[in-house]
C-alpha cells in the first residue's frame, strides 16, 4: 500500500503577524516575564541595573536598554540556557526570545558583562528574588503549611584537579614569579610587566591586594585563606585547652582533655601529684616534730615511688612519643604534598570539595533553600560547608524572611472575596466537595495556609539538639532514613511532657500528622532541585567566587519561580 506524505515546500510565503507579541499566545512564560519584570522593575533598581561604559573604541552613542537584557537573561534561566553565546543565537533564530529582546540581537560579551554586573552586585539579586517572589504571592502561589528545607550540591566554574596544597600553592607561585623574571631578562621586557605576575612570597614588596583574575593573585588568595583558616584553629585550641587547664589547676576539671592541650595537661597532672605526694611527706614529719609518734602511721612512699606518678608519668611519656611522630608525620606530608593537608582550589578559590550522593566529589558549593509546599523557593544561599546541621538556623532565618513576603502577598486577597476565594481553591488541599462546603471558612482557611509557615521540615543532615531549640519556626526534623521512619511503632497524640526536645521530635515523627508533612518534604525541596537542574540547567555555576555563587543561585530560583507562575496562567 502506497503512502500518503504532506508535501514540504520550503520556499512558501509566510507572513508573521506585525506585532511581536502575537508571536507568542496569552499566559505564554515569556509574556509572564515581561510583565514580571516591567512591574517589579523601578527608575533605583534600573539605576543599578546600568553597567559601566566601555572604555576606548567600544564605547558607542546608544547602549542596549537593561531591564531588556534583565528580561533576557530572566527567560534564558527560565528556559535552561546559561551559555551567553547560546542566549545570543536564541536571540537571533528563537521567536519567543526575539520577543524578549524586542528584536535586538546584543553580542555575547555584552550579555556576559551584563550577568556579572549583575550579579556582582550585593544584595540586587536578592532584590529582585524578593521582588518577584511578591508577585508569585499575589498571583496565589506560596503554600506555607508545610516548608521544607534543605541543600544541594552544584559545581563550580573550576576543576577539583586544580586544588593545591599549600606546599603546592607555593610550588606554583615560584613558578609564576620564575617565569615573571624570565620575560623580564628577556630583549622584549619593553613591553611591561606580564599580567598574573603580582605575586611575590616572602618579600617585603608583596601587593597587599594581588588581582584575583591573575593565577598568581588566586594562589596568594588561596594561601591567606589556609592561613587565616589555620591560625583560626591555632586560636580556638588555645582558648579551649586554656579554659581546660585552668579547670584542672582549680579541681574541677572533667573528662579528656583538647587534644591540643593534652600534653601540657598531663604534665600539670604529673607535677600535681608530685606536689601532692611531697605536701603528705612533709605533713607527716611536721607531725613526728609535734610529738605525735606512732599515731601518724608509716611514712609516705616517696613521690617518685608511687604506682600514681609511675601510672602517670607512663602516660606522660607516651604522648610525648605521639606528639614526635605526628610532628614527623606532618614534616614529611608538607615535604612531599600527601597526606590529609588542607587544599584550595587555584581556579576558583573559594570552592569546596563537596562529598555527593553515591559516592565521590564535586569541585563546588553547597547551596540551601527551602520551598513552600507547592515548590515555591522562599529563599537561598551558597555556603563552603561540606555538611548541612551548621546552616540549619540560617536557613531557618531564610526561610522565614522569604514567607514573610509571600504572606504580605496573600494579606491582599483578603478585601476582594474573588482573589481570595480563587487564591483559596488552588492552595486548600482538601477534597473538592469539603472546601466548597458551606460550612467550611475559606477565609480562615487561606489565613492559616498562607499567614506563617506551619512546620519547617529537614532531613537528618539537620538533626541536633541545638537546631531543634533554636527560635523560629516549628521544626520537624528525621533522625534516620526515611525507610527506618517509615518502619517504626505509630504514635499518637502529642509528646510526653517531660520528653527532651529530641524525644518529643522522634514521638511527633511517629505520629500521623508528622509522617504526612515529613512525607512532602522530597517532593516539594528536592523537587525544586530537580527543576533547578533540569529545566533550569544549574549544574554549574557560570561564574566563581561564593558571592557569584550565592547570586546566581538566587536568580536560577527567581526564573524557577516565574516558571511556576506561567504553568498558572
Known amino acids: 500500500m502506497a503512502h500518503q506524505f504532506r508535501q514540504v515546500d520550503r520556499d512558501a510565503e509566510m507572513l508573521l503577524p506585525h506585532n511581536m507579541l502575537d508571536w507568542v499566545p496569552e499566559g505564554h512564560a515569556v509574556r509572564v516575564v515581561i510583565e514580571t519584570v516591567e512591574s517589579v522593575v523601578t527608575p533605583d533598581l534600573t539605576a543599578r541595573l546600568v553597567p559601566p561604559a566601555p572604555k576606548g573604541s567600544a564605547a558607542g552613542p546608544a547602549r542596549y536598554d537593561p531591564v531588556m537584557l534583565l528580561t533576557v537573561w530572566l527567560y534564558a534561566y527560565l528556559r535552561g540556557v546559561l551559555s551567553t553565546r547560546a542566549v545570543e543565537d536564541r536571540c537571533r533564530y528563537d521567536a519567543t526570545f526575539r520577543v524578549a529582546c524586542g528584536r535586538l540581537v546584543p553580542d555575547h560579551t555584552t550579555f556576559s558583562r551584563f550577568r556579572r554586573h549583575l550579579l556582582a552586585q550585593g544584595g540586587l539579586a536578592e532584590d529582585l528574588f524578593y521582588r518577584v517572589l511578591h508577585v508569585c504571592a499575589l498571583a496565589g502561589l506560596g503554600r506555607l503549611t508545610v516548608v521544607a528545607g534543605d541543600g544541594v550540591k552544584i559545581a563550580a566554574n573550576a576543576s577539583k584537579e586544580a586544588n ?51 593565577r598568581a593573585g588566586r594562589a596568594l588568595a588561596c594561601l591567606q585563606d589556609l592561613e587565616a583558616q589555620r591560625e583560626a584553629a591555632e586560636a580556638a585550641a588555645r582558648e579551649q585547652g586554656q579554659a581546660y587547664l585552668e579547670a584542672l589547676e582549680a579541681g574541677a576539671a572533667n573528662g579528656r582533655p583538647p587534644a591540643a592541650v593534652a600534653l601540657a595537661a598531663q604534665q600539670l597532672r604529673v607535677e600535681k601529684l608530685l606536689a601532692e605526694q611531697q605536701a603528705a611527706i612533709e605533713a607527716w614529719q611536721a607531725g613526728r616534730a609535734a610529738g605525735a609518734g606512732s599515731r601518724l602511721g608509716r611514712r609516705p612512699a616517696d613521690p617518685q615511688g608511687t604506682a600514681r606518678v609511675r601510672r602517670a608519668r607512663a602516660r606522660l611519656a607516651d604522648l610525648r612519643a605521639q606528639a614526635a611522630a605526628e610532628a614527623e608525620a606532618q614534616a614529611a606530608a608538607r615535604g612531599d604534598g600527601t597526606g590529609k593537608q588542607p587544599q584550595r582550589n587555584v581556579t576558583d578559590p573559594d570552592s569546596r570539595l563537596m562529598p555527593v550522593r553515591g559516592g565521590g566529589f564535586i569541585q563546588g558549593y553547597n547551596c540551601q533553600d527551602a520551598a513552600s509546599d507547592d515548590r515555591l523557593m522562599l529563599g537561598g544561599y551558597a555556603c563552603q560547608d561540606t555538611g548541612d546541621a551548621l546552616q540549619a538556623q540560617e536557613l531557618a532565618r531564610v526561610a522565614a524572611k522569604g514567607a514573610a513576603v509571600v504572606a504580605a502577598g496573600h494579606a491582599a486577597h483578603a478585601a476582594d472575596p474573588a482573589l481570595l476565594r480563587a487564591c483559596h481553591g488552588r492552595l486548600c488541599t482538601l477534597p473538592a466537595k469539603d472546601k466548597n462546603s458551606p460550612d467550611h471558612d475559606a477565609a480562615a482557611c487561606h489565613h492559616a495556609m498562607t499567614s506563617r509557615i506551619g512546620v519547617l521540615v529537614e532531613d537528618a543532615g539537620y538533626h541536633s539538639e541545638a537546631n531543634l531549640t533554636a527560635p523560629g519556626p516549628d521544626r520537624l526534623i528525621a533522625d534516620g532514613k526515611t525507610s527506618d521512619l517509615a518502619r517504626r511503632e505509630p504514635a499518637q497524640g502529642p509528646p510526653p511532657a517531660d520528653a527532651t526536645p529530641i524525644e518529643a521530635n522522634t514521638h511527633r515523627l511517629r505520629t500521623p500528622e508528622g509522617r504526612a508533612a515529613y512525607k512532602r518534604r522530597a517532593p516539594d525541596v528536592e523537587g525544586l532541585h530537580a527543576s533547578l537542574k533540569g529545566q533550569g540547567g544549574l549544574r554549574r555555576f557560570s561564574l566563581r567566587g561564593l558571592h557569584y555563587a550565592t547570586s546566581e543561585f538566587l536568580f536560577a530560583g527567581l526564573a524557577g519561580n516565574l516558571r511556576l507562575l506561567a504553568a498558572i496562567n
Open 164 to 214: 593545591r596544597t599549600e606546599a603546592g600553592l607555593r610550588k606554583l607561585a615560584a613558578q609564576v614569579i620564575a617565569g615573571a623574571r624570565k620575560a623580564a631578562a628577556d630583549e622584549d621586557a619593553d613591553k611591561g610587566v606580564l599580567p598574573g605576575t603580582d605575586l611575590l612570597l616572602g618579600a617585603d614588596t608583596a601587593p597587599p591586594h594581588p588581582d584575583p583574575r591573575s
